[in-house]
């Protein structure tokens, strides 16, 4: 995939900035210059992607761990995502996901640093052959539904039938209910995921990329998750990350949902 | 006049774009993979990826979460606002079923659908096409293109071609979803096929491409517009481009657009872009926010280009200070990550070069209205090269400030009026009370220019001599005069 | 009585009376001065002698009675009376205007035979024989004739016209005529009458006649065939005014005739069938090139019937005359005397009851046009053809046709009068006598137009102004403005806007700024109106009027574009701000400023500055504001 990084001789030989600056602050410094191009609020992908070359430069050895949002289209995939990389919110008819997009995001786990490679996938039917491509090669997927569209909700089944297919055995899985902070509008109740979760025992959360609520969480279960497996602890607990969540979820000071 | 015949800014030997006339054969394909596969012979993803396409049974089966049919499926008809709309346009499959509709949910009055379909083939019985049909104001307007019908209804002063022309557009945007194999494959195995199913998200696209095909003058001229930049730079973002991807093999396009506007395309040798493909080009990038958020792989169809399968494409915006989207266009498949690296590489060659300020810096200067280039008695004008496919204009003006919708009207029908096909002209000057207009067609170019009122014919022809005169001293900065390959 | 079978013809209500024939009394009727002689016993008992009117007094005197009277005449100035008792010779006596004073006597030459005389002049007197004419010159205080002329001629009989001065002598039984011009103190010989090669002429069958003021002599001819008299009417009209034969009327009966002339009317009675037919000889007719035929203008009709009033013992009683009698005589021009009754009428003529009967309004039209008093009764058969639920507009126009025909050759002769002679030049030798009918425009304005003007009418109204107008324009006669007027007004409030503009665009209606004004008034019930205006306004050369009214629409580039000399820029931009419209005041600002005449106004006339201004409100982003300091 990464082919011959014999590397062009000229590819960032000087890097002015601190490669432990944390992403938020980056953020922060940016808003502080008024984008040229009046792009308000937006989040650069090459600067990150900049920081997480650097990465790669000093720790050479660091693996990629391959992470992948699935669902269908609209359960707000890219707005979770982008609330997780940028802390910000993209709201409602934000335009659906052309193909495949590419972040990369480091995160500190216990201490060390753990690369997350987050590929995030169009929902539309029409691109699924093109993501089909990616599911071998991740470590981590993200299964999002959204809890106002019950479609949304039913189609998981077919989804979990395709990663049973596609991706590896051991990939780690995550159920997300997107779009909590709904209100009223909710149609699929947290148990249903719940039980649909315990169903396929895989791990699940309620998160809203709008609130905020739970989206740090869900990519940091799964960052401790594949760094655990990947310091060989992996067959201590298979369901560490249903605990993990089980755990950091009751410490939040105000459930999403009664139950 | 005759002699400002020679002038003939903005053209060049060789361009990168097709040229184009506007209104040649839409449906012109030609199948440029083939030739680029055979010659590179890389992979053999391209076919096993069209054969995992064409298996439909083998796809995901979801459940398409349609909105539940309501049983008032005439509704639209008492509805006045839907009824009022000046132009609607509806996509259908061959045998009826509905696909797209510019206003309202296409569920809603299924029976159209079936109308539409019923005249289709009822002509068609008889080996023969309905072309249009007219009723008072309301023009109907098909184009059946194997295996859709596309219709326009339209109360706008339009003439027939414009709008097939535009159907062809929305032909071409779902082909450029699907390749046009795919599509014709799909109803050949299931001709009750639903392709809103293929199609989510597709109907934003097509929104954003009636608008802006209505608003951009680019569709009508068939041609593309170039950002303002010295020769000097255009040739060393040209040359990071290409410099930056010497390695990668079967790279077709590299194209760095800003604000709708071109600022460089780089191409394989021999192969050409059309400008309608670019300007699909330039709909996807325009109307997808999300492009902002990542870097995208995406396939993608260039229907004029090869209708019959994907290229792949890398797209991102340069850089958080510079907003201008770079998409690179392979065959290849997996070449996400190399297009990635170059694209580092081309921003940073570009960072050094100070070329991100030189475009940030045109794209940050406001483009000169006619006064401001001492040309008082003109209001705008529209100049197309021929030879390159590409236009300038100048920045809106007063009064056209407060009412743009009547300039590229007067445009569109002095474009129909040169092209009308029973009786073209070479040369229109036209006065009414609020504008004058003249439009001149040469071999080389194309020229639109709207003036005062009461400027008399003498007057126009000295203003549009002087005004070929200026548009050929800047060529070079308005145009791109090469077209630089990998 | 049905309309349709009114009599059109009518005896004189107050005939004259005089003593009807008896054993004692003879009656002499003298055409040249219309009096009838009632001679009793030869005159020993008295001669009356009565006008041709009841007002005009009766003359009575005695003369002798020598024997049974021919023929008696006074002379033209009543000063002498000439009696006619014997075939060689006349009695003359002269007439003091109650009696006879002398006595002398005038016999022909030897030889002739004394066919009748007639008196030529004042003072002469022709004596007709069987071998010519002999003309003389009375001198009554001499008691005495003077011999002036002498013409040869074989007469069998004569028939003498006393207001043409002409005689027509008749030989080889009636087959040779030949008209004879009497002037003072000369005779001469007119060209023959032509008639058929031995084709006989009874004298009862010639009447002399004088139609539209030409001298003609009508001849009553018995065809073969059944019910096929005619009348030849020969007209002396040729070079030195030779006899024409230019007309036939066909009178589709046989039998005896008799014919009368009432206002240039050829009124042929026939007794059989006691009815009377009317002639027009101005009237179109069949014709072979040089005769025209003639049918009666309308069906035949009896006279109206008349009744005398006598005074009765008790109380008056009424005779019922007869109609057609074998006793009548008649007389030109339209003389009935009745001897046996004593009665003397005068035939008339009831135009409208004729015109009722002519269904043709063309036709009738063209007869009313030559009557003396058919003005009244064109405007008003106009008027109620016109209100015909479905009038003919065909017939209308060619009615209105005939009416402008007359018009425009009346408009013509006078405009010569007035143009033609240079000055100093002798005055032309005879002014043109007007038409007998003239219809001007104010007389169909006022006679037919405006009665039509009523809400139920306006279609009407619309049709007949329209046929109007259009013959109008058809004989180059330009519409008043009344007229115009009337007919725009009309159109619209018939909202037929089309049909208005095609009036206009085809020059029915002339252009005029009156007219221009009366259209921009209408633009608001109808925007087309306007345009007319403009257009017509155009034609009439009328820029600032045009300008003017551009304005006033807020056609502000076209004003400008239609002169932009000596204008008030600030009128132009205020009107341009008024209208709400930015690109207008763009466009007007530009003009001006663009303009070598008024760019310097805009440093000089701090006024103006308002208007820069207003311009940077709506264009607050233009360039062009830098351009306006």
Redesign the interface.
Same mark, same amino acid.
């Given at each position: 995939m990464t082919t011959e990084d014999s590397m062009d001789d000229d590819v960032f030989e000087a890097l002015e900035d601190n490669p432990h600056l944390k992403v938020g602050e980056d953020t922060h410094q940016l808003k502080n210059t008024p984008s040229p191009t009046g792009y308000r609020d937006y989040k650069p992908p090459a600067e990150v992607l900049k920081l997480c070359e650097s990465d790669t430069i000093e720790d050479s050895n660091q693996t990629v761990h391959k992470t992948i949002l699935l669902g269908d289209s609209g359960v707000g995939k890219t707005s979770l995502l982008v609330k997780f990389d940028t802390g910000k919110f993209q709201p409602g008819n934000f335009s659906a996901t052309v193909g495949i997009g590419f972040t990369n995001k480091v995160v500190t786990v216990d201490n060390s640093r753990v690369k997350l490679q987050i590929w995030d996938t169009a929902g539309q039917e029409r691109f699924r052959s093109v993501t089909h491509a990616y599911y071998r090669d991740a470590h981590a997927l993200l299964l999002l539904y959204d809890v106002t569209n019950k479609t949304s909700y039913d189609n998981i089944r077919a989804w979990l039938g395709e990663i049973r297919e596609y991706a590896q055995d051991d990939v780690v899985i995550m159920l997300i209910g997107n779009k909590s902070d709904c209100g009223p509008d909710r149609i699929v109740r947290r148990e249903d995921g719940e039980r649909l979760a315990r169903e396929y025992n895989v791990a699940f959360m309620e998160t809203s990329a709008k609130s905020g609520l739970n989206v740090e969480l869900a990519f940091m279960a799964i960052a401790r998750e594949l760094k655990l497996r990947q310091s060989g602890q992996k067959d201590s607990n298979k369901f560490s990350v249903q605990d993990y969540v089980r755990e950091e979820t009751q410490k939040t000071p105000c459930p999403p949902c009664s139950t | 006049m005759a002699s400002n015949c020679e002038v003939e800014p903005g053209a060049a030997p060789e361009s990168a774009l097709v040229t184009t006339d506007s209104y040649e054969n839409f449906q012109q394909m030609s199948s440029s993979l083939e030739e680029i596969k055979n010659s590179n012979f890389t992979s053999s993803t391209q076919d096993e990826f069209l054969d995992n396409c064409n298996n439909i049974d083998s796809d995901l089966h979801v459940n398409c979460s349609t909105v539940s049919v309501s049983s008032q499926d005439e509704d639209y008809i008492r509805d006045e606002e839907w009824l009022g709309k000046s132009k609607h346009i509806f996509v259908l499959s061959s045998a009826g079923k509905p696909i797209y509709s510019r206003y309202g949910n296409e569920d809603r009055f299924a029976s159209y659908f079936g109308i539409m379909q019923a005249l289709v083939s009822f002509v068609q019985a008889d080996d023969d096409s309905i072309r249009s049909m007219h009723a008072g104001d309301t023009k109907f307007v098909f184009l059946f293109r194997e295996p859709l019908i596309l219709v326009a209804v339209s109360k706008t002063e339009e003439c027939t071609s414009q709008l097939t022309a535009q159907l062809n557009y929305v032909f071409n945007q779902i082909a450029s979803m699907l390749t046009l194999s795919r599509l014709v494959k799909i109803y050949e195995q299931r001709r009750n096929y639903d392709l809103r199913r293929l199609l989510t998200g597709v109907e934003r696209l097509i929104d954003h491409l009636l608008d802006f095909s209505e608003q951009e003058p680019a569709f009508t001229l068939g041609a593309v517009q170039c950002l303002p930049l010295t020769s000097s730079v255009r040739d060393a973002i040209s040359s990071a481009i290409v410099q930056s991807c010497s390695k990668i093999k079967n790279l077709v396009f590299g194209i760095l657009l800003a604000n709708n506007q071109l600022i460089t395309l780089v191409r394989m040798k021999k192969y050409c872009i059309h400008p309608h493909d670019l300007h699909l080009i330039f709909n996807l990038v325009q109307a997808s926010e999300s492009l902002k958020t990542a870097e995208i792989w995406t396939p993608l169809c260039l229907p004029r280009f090869d209708a019959s399968g994907f290229l792949y494409g890398h797209v991102s915006y340069l850089a958080e200070d510079c907003q201008a989207c770079l998409l690179l266009l392979t065959v290849e498949r997996d070449a996400f990550f190399s297009l990635s690296e170059a694209k580092q590489r081309i921003v940073e060659r570009l960072r050094r070069g100070n070329c991100l300020e030189a475009i940030n810096e045109s794209l940050n200067t406001k483009e000169e209205t006619c006064v401001d280039i001492g040309f008082p008695e003109l209001r705008h004008y529209l100049y197309k090269c021929k030879s390159t496919a590409q236009f300038h204009q100048p920045s809106m003006g007063a009064p056209y400030t407060i009412n743009c919708k009547r300039l590229l009207d007067l445009y569109r029908r002095a474009h129909y009026r040169l092209h009308c096909p029973t009786r073209p002209l070479k040369l229109l000057f036209e006065r009414t009370s609020e504008d004058a207009l003249l439009a001149w067609d040469t071999r080389g170019f194309e020229l639109y220019a709207i003036l005062e009122p009461l400027t008399d014919t003498g007057n126009a022809i000295a203003t549009v001599g002087r005004l070929l005169n200026w548009i050929k001293k800047r060529e070079d900065k308005l145009f791109q005069l090469n077209a630089p390959t990998f | 009585m049905n309309a349709s079978t009114e009599p059109y013809l009518e005896l004189s209500d107050n005939p004259v009376r005089f003593e009807a024939v008896n054993q004692v009394t003879n009656v002499f009727f003298d055409d040249s001065n219309k009096q009838v002689f009632a001679v009793r016993s030869g005159g020993a008992m008295g001669v009356v002698v009565k006008g041709s009117s009841e007002d005009i007094p009766a003359i009575n005197f005695r003369m002798d009675d020598k024997g049974p009277v021919i023929s008696i005449k006074f002379s033209l100035d009543h000063n002498v009376l000439a009696v006619q008792r014997t075939t060689t010779s006349v009695e003359f006596m002269n007439f003091n205007g109650t009696t006879i004073e002398s006595e002398y006597t005038q016999n022909c030459k030897k030889n002739s035979s004394l066919l009748g005389f007639v008196w030529a002049q004042n003072n002469e007197v022709a004596l007709i024989t069987d071998h010519g004419i002999e003309l003389y010159m009375v001198i009554p205080e001499k008691k005495a004739l003077k011999h002036l002329k002498t013409t040869s001629a074989t007469v069998q009989w004569f028939v003498w016209c006393s207001r043409n001065k002409i005689a027509l002598l008749a030989s080889s039984h009636g087959s040779h005529l030949q008209p004879i011009l009497f002037k003072p103190g000369t005779i001469s010989k007119l060209s023959k009458v032509e008639t058929e090669p031995g084709r006989m002429t009874l004298e009862r069958d010639v009447t002399l006649a004088t139609l539209y003021d030409v001298p003609a002599v009508l001849i009553l001819r018995h065809q073969s065939g059944p019910q096929t008299a005619e009348v030849h009417v020969h007209t002396l009209s040729g070079p030195g005014q030779a006899p024409v034969k230019s007309h036939v009327l066909r009178l589709n009966l046989s039998g005896r005739f008799a014919i009368n002339v009432v206002d240039d009317l050829i009124l042929v009675h026939h007794q059989a069938s006691r009815s009377s037919q009317v002639f027009d000889i101005a009237l179109p007719g069949e014709s072979d090139g040089t005769v025209t035929y003639h049918k009666a203008v309308a069906p035949a009709r009896s006279l109206k019937p008349t009744s005398l009033k006598l005074p009765g013992l008790v109380e008056p009683s009424t005779h019922k005359c007869e109609l057609y009698s074998p006793n009548w005589v008649v007389f030109q021009p339209n003389i009935v005397i009745d001897a046996k009754l004593g009665c003397l009428w005068h035939i008339k003529l009831c135009l409208p009851v004729l015109c009722s009967q002519i269904s043709d309004l063309p036709l009738c039209t063209q007869l009313t046009l030559k009557r003396t008093c058919g003005k009244d009764v064109l405007l008003k058969l106009i008027l109620e053809h016109a209100k015909l639920p479905k009038p003919s507009l065909h017939k209308l126009q060619e009615s209105s046709n005939h009416i402008n025909s007359v018009y425009r050759s009346w408009a013509e002769a006078e405009l010569q009068m007035q143009t033609a002679s240079p000055p100093g030049a002798p005055p032309p030798s005879r002014p043109p006598s007007p038409p007998r009918v003239l219809i001007n425009q104010a007389d169909i304005y006022q006679q037919v137009l405006q009665k039509l003007d009523k809400e139920d009418l306006l279609q009407n109204l619309e049709w007949t102004l329209i046929s109007y107008m259009t013959s109008l324009s058809e004989f180059g006669i330009p519409a008043e403005h009344t007229l115009n007027e009337l007919l725009i007004t009309t159109l619209v409030r018939r909202n037929k806007f089309t049909a208005l503009m095609q009036m206009l665009q085809y020059g029915v209606v002339a252009d005029s700024k009156p007219l221009a004004c009366l259209l921009l008034s209408l633009g608001n019930l109808h925007p087309a109106a306007s345009q007319l205006a403009l257009d017509m306004l155009a034609r009439l050369g009328a820029n600032e009027e045009i300008q003017e009214v551009l304005l006033d629409q807020g056609?502000l #580039? =076209?004003a #400008?574009?239609l002169s932009q000399e000596g204008v008030s820029p600030r009128k132009f931009l205020e009107a341009a701000q008024n209208s709400g419209d930015?690109? #207008? /005041?763009? $466009?007007t600002l /530009?003009?001006f400023k $663009?303009s070598a005449q008024y760019a310097h106004a805009f440093l000089k006339d701090e006024r103006l500055d308002t208007f820069i201004q207003h311009y940077k409100s #709506?264009?607050p982003? $233009? =360039?062009?504001n830098s351009?306006s300091k």
């Open positions: - | - | 056609q #580039l =076209s #400008l574009k930015p690109a #207008l /005041f763009h $466009s /530009f003009c $663009s #709506l264009f982003d $233009s =360039s062009n351009n």
